[in-house]
């Protein structure tokens, strides 16, 4: 017997976020409102093609997961369904899996999918577009590093875990008089390292956005050493390429992946303490910032995102993503969401504070009058 309202598709691509759950039930209740069904694809785009498939979605089934951390539709950042490989090719899907996709919503009855997701993820989104296929986008990582949107959910809680991974180390680092490095996310952007240095009272901030070398780095540990403070925090985005130009890589990713990045943390603590004969601590955060709840910004526009997806499509607004232009939720297209990543403006008023506060971004000697933080 055929289905008889309309029904809306969602599906999680991607690494997993905090706030993925806080969507769905926005959507899943925000469309039932509004007379039409869901239905969630399991493990991202894979649940379009067989054999992984669906699973229907109420009410009922969502009720209460907006708190959760993760994904209850699982998601995958490999697969069949790529559009970002090496350091950050976009490459075309292949046509036969966009028409077996077109095909699975068409029997199902979906009149719109929303695909929940990062700059991967929302590529993939945009070819399914341009296929002619009814999506809309919900702007997803915790790198916060989307264009077209003020920030993206899943960024205010990674921060809060960075940060909380910082208040530790001070204890730490103080009470054993050691330099310390927390490697923290960020392949392109260095939002992460930036907020969570500032608000964990970091010493030294690298991100992919500013170019350091290691003599400016020592010289601010060495300047701190001179006003009697003999331990210092160094915060590093993974993505924050040496002073020659390259990155850390962690392995290559394979054909149909992106380079995995990580290990710079390591590679600045044993230069570091090489130069300065100093025994020093090297953190890697890695995915304890995607995992656990969301905080309670995270959840609130997580929902917003939500509620506004089901409106575009319901007004037949496809090709668009969802984005946050305070105090307003709106929309742009999805393609230019993923034209330009949103970075960390070198003369920002966010990186102007930092340096007022004495923190060094390894790209100049320290003052050396620095005042006492």
């Given amino acids: 017997m055929p289905h008889r309202r309309p029904r809306i598709g969602i599906l999680t691509g991607g690494g997993d976020c905090p706030g993925l759950n806080a969507v769905i039930r926005a959507v899943v209740k925000g469309g039932h409102r509004l007379g039409y069904e869901c239905l969630g694809f399991l ?31 699982g998601s995958s950042n ?10 950050n090719e976009r490459v075309a899907i292949d046509p036969a899996l966009l028409a077996e996709a077109s095909s699975t919503l068409a029997k199902l009855g979906v009149c719109g999918l929303v695909c929940i997701g990062g700059d991967g993820s929302l590529g993939i989104a945009q070819q399914f577009h341009e296929h ?14 989307l264009g077209g949107t003020a920030t993206t959910f899943g960024f205010d809680s990674a921060v809060a875990t960075a940060t909380d991974a910082l208040d530790r180390l001070h204890t730490t680092a103080a009470s054993h008089e050691r330099v310390m490095v927390l490697e923290v996310m960020g392949r392109h952007a260095g939002w992460i390292a930036l907020h969570a240095g500032i608000a964990g009272g970091g010493d030294v901030i690298l991100i992919p956005e500013i170019a350091w070398d290691f003599g400016h780095v020592c010289a601010a540990i060495r300047a701190r050493e001179r006003e009697g403070k003999a331990f210092t925090l160094v915060v590093v985005a993974e993505g924050a390429r040496l ?46 910032q995607r995992g656990g709840p969301p905080t309670v910004f995270d959840r609130v526009l997580a929902t917003q995102f939500g509620a506004h997806a089901v409106r575009l499509i319901h007004e037949g607004r496809f090709g668009e993503m969802v984005c946050s232009r305070p105090p307003d939720i709106a929309s742009v297209p999805i393609a230019e969401a993923i034209r330009r990543l949103s970075c960390v403006d070198p003369a920002g008023s966010a990186v102007l504070a930092a340096r007022a506060l004495g923190i060094s971004f390894g790209d100049e000697p320290p003052l050396p009058d620095s005042a006492d933080r």
């Fill in 43 to 73: 493990r991202g785009y894979e649940g379009l093609v067989h054999p992984v498939g669906w699973t229907p979605l109420t009410p009922d089934t969502v009720a209460n997961i907006h708190g959760q951390g993760g994904t209850i539709l």
């Fill in 78 to 87: 490999s697969g069949r369904f790529t559009a970002l490989v090496g350091e």
């Fill in 132 to 145: 002619g296929m009814p999506v809309v986008g919900v702007p997803k990582t915790i790198d916060n590093d």
């Fill in 243 to 288: 002073p020659d130009g390259a990155t850390v890589h962690a392995g290559d990713g394979g054909k149909r992946r992106q380079v995995r990045l990580g290990g710079v943390g390591e590679t600045v603590a044993g230069e570091i303490a090489r130069r300065l004969d100093r025994e020093v601590r090297a953190v890697v955060l890695g995915h304890l």
